[in-house]
Structure formats: C-alpha cells, structure tokens
C-alpha cells in the first residue's frame, strides 16, 4: 500500500492508499482514503468509508459511515448506520425472510394508540413473483 497508517493498538491496514486505522484492534483491508477510527472496527475496501463506531464495519461502497456501536453498513454510496443498525443499498431475498427477536400475536386488537394516522410516514416497496407491493409505515 502507500501512505496509510495503523496508529491504534494492533491496528492493521493492509492495503490500498491514505488508508487510516486508528482505533484499537481496527483493520482496514484496502481500498482509498477510508478511516476504522472505532475499537474494534472494520472497513473491508472502498473509498472514503468510515467505521467510526466500536465493533462496527463498512464491507464497501463509497462515502459511507457505520457511526454507531455494532452497525453495519454492507456497501452502497452515501449510507449511514447507527448503533445496532445495518443499512443496506438494495436487498434482494431468494428465499425466507425471517425476522428474529420480534412478538408476534396471531389476533388484532385496537391497543392503546388510537386510529390509524391518514398518511403514512414512509413506504416500504416488497417486491413478490414480479408484484410489487406497498406496505405503509406510520410513526408510532
């Protein structure tokens, strides 16, 4: 590599150029200006990607950041991850999608929040056997 630097204990880079490590136990594998300030954090290569959180990691991509503890971000351009997040550019499934940790109840009940707001925040677009379908998300 050229010009990059392993300040932090056991810090690695290596590869790639203007790379820097500098939290303890960070490695940075190569790619081009990208930063592990974090303990114990990854950058896999890319370029201008920082893994500033403490066991946080950036696999790629260009100009992102896993700022918390425990993020990741797996790729892309300009994505951010906060603590125990992943951000992910696009997701494409073949296969289950199971979500683990969550309650989960087989009956329907009003609860406490009161009606439904008339818009939604946010969508999230799930495509299924070539359908595209629309699930609305509302701020709790």
Do not use: K
Request: glycine content about 18%.
């Amino acid at each position: 590599g050229q010009s990059n630097t392993a300040s932090g204990t056991s810090a690695t880079v290596a590869g790639g150029q203007s790379n820097t490590a500098v939290g303890n136990y960070s490695i940075i594998a190569g790619g081009r200006c990208n930063t592990a300030s974090g303990n114990y954090s990854t950058v896999g290569g890319g370029q201008s990607n920082t893994a500033s959180g403490n066991y946080s990691a950036v696999l790629g991509g260009s100009g992102n950041t896993a700022s918390g503890g425990y993020s990741v971000v797996l790729g892309g351009i300009g994505l951010s991850a906060g603590t125990n997040t992943v951000a992910v550019p696009s997701l494409n499934i073949n296969g289950d999608l199971r979500f683990l940790g969550t309650t989960t109840s087989s009956t329907a009940s009003n609860g406490t929040a009161g009606a439904v707001p008339l818009s939604a925040e946010t969508y999230i677009t799930i495509t299924m056997d070539g359908s595209n379908y629309r699930l609305p998300l509302y701020n709790a």
